[in-house]
């Protein structure tokens, strides 16, 4: 009897400083005082671009896996005042501010690292460093990513800079849409595989790191390369595909 209740003691004690740990360490992670500030709905009246902004922000992405404003914006999220809190350069206007438009990519590209390698090969990163004018990140997928890439978003804003007009390599809008195209096409197939046919799933691992390589060269809009890769991606995940759908018509 005594056995069991000192094990019983052992058990509440054990869970009790459990409980201690779990509120301190939510505490030391939930400071924001970006979020907690810019979320106040005053600011649809007050400043209503400060509104719009956190709007876009809250339930993308980016709010989903825990990037928050300082991510990109820099800054002190543990000060309660405004003035404390913005850092020096807040101003996207202001060339050394994290989201100065031609410093975008290199603010990106902290995270999205395997993106980033392959844009700075790109003739697009050239000609933003020299003459401050050609896409950055923002410029396809959003500057608070909730329209991510789909084909269309993608498609038009490639022809703003692409077109008959100005003769700016306007033939890189078709091959852009066929190779966007095979990439959409691939990843449906890969979906119906990896649920019907669960036997191949190395094969499909590796198609699907395939299908990430090429997401991540796409980036250097070096099309020769990118429309190569495509090509056999969807080779290969067709050939897959028809295995598997033949495995389950038996
Ligand atoms: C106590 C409230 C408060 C806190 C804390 C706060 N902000 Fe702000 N923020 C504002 C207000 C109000 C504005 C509108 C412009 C102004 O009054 O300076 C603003 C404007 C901005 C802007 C737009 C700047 C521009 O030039 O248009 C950005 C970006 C921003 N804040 C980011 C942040 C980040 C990042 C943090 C945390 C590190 C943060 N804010 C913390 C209240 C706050
Ligand atoms: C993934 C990166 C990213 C995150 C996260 C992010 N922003 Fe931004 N934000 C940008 C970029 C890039 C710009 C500049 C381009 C533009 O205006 O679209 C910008 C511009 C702004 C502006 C307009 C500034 C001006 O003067 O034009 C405001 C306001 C703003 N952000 C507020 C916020 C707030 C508040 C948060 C957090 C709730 C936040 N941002 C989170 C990337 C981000
Ligand atoms: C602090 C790190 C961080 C920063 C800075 C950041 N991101 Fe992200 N981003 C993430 C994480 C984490 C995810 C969600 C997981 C993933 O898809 O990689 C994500 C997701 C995305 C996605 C969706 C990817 C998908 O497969 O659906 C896009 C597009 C994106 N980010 C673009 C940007 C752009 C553009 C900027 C700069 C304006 C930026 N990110 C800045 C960390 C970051
Ligand atoms: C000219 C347009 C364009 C520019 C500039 C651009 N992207 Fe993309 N990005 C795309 C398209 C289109 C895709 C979709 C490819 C696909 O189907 O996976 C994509 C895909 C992505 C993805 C998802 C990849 C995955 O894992 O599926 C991320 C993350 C991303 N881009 C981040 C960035 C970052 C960071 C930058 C700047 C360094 C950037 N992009 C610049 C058009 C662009
Ligand atoms: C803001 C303008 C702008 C946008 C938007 C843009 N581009 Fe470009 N792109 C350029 C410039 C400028 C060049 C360099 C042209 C040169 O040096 O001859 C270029 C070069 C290219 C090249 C290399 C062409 C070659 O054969 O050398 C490809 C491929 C390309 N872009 C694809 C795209 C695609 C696909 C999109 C949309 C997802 C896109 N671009 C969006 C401005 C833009």
Redesign the pocket.
């Known amino acids: 009897m005594k056995n069991f209740k000192s094990i019983f003691l052992g058990l509440f004690v054990i869970t009790f400083s459990l409980f201690f740990v779990l509120i301190i360490n939510t505490n030391a992670f939930s400071v924001d005082t970006c979020v907690d500030c810019h979320k106040d709905k005053k600011f649809r009246v007050q400043d209503k671009k400060v509104f719009d902004y956190f709007n876009k922000w809250k339930g993308s992405v980016h709010d989903i896996a825990g990037v928050t404003c300082v991510d990109c914006h820099g800054g002190d999220p543990s000060k309660a005042k405004k003035e404390q809190a913005h850092p020096k350069n807040l101003s996207p206007a202001d060339a050394s501010s994290m989201v100065y438009y031609k410093n975008?990519?290199e603010t990106?590209?902290k995270?999205?690292e395997?993106?980033?390698v392959n844009?700075?090969k790109?003739d697009?990163y050239k000609v933003l460093k020299e003459t401050g004018r050609?896409?950055?990140?923002?410029?396809?997928?959003g500057s608070l990513v909730t329209n991510?890439?789909y084909?269309s978003i993608?498609l038009s804003?490639?022809i703003s800079c692409h077109n008959q007009q100005n003769q700016n390599h306007p033939e890189v809008i078709n091959t852009?849409e066929q190779i966007?195209h095979r990439?959409?096409v691939s990843?449906g197939y890969m979906k119906w595989t990896s649920i019907h046919y669960k036997k191949k799933s190395g094969e499909l691992i590796k198609l699907n790191s395939l299908?990430?390589k090429?997401?991540?060269s796409?980036?250097q809009?070096n099309f020769a390369t990118t429309e190569k890769d495509s090509n056999k991606l969807l080779s290969e995940v067709k050939a897959l595909f028809h295995e598997a759908y033949k495995g389950k018509k038996k």
């Open positions: 975008i990519p990106c590209g995270c999205h395997a993106v980033y844009f700075v790109s697009h050609g896409p950055v990140c923002t410029t396809c997928h991510v890439y084909t993608v804003t490639c852009a966007l990439l959409n990843q299908y990430q090429i997401a991540n796409w980036h809009f």
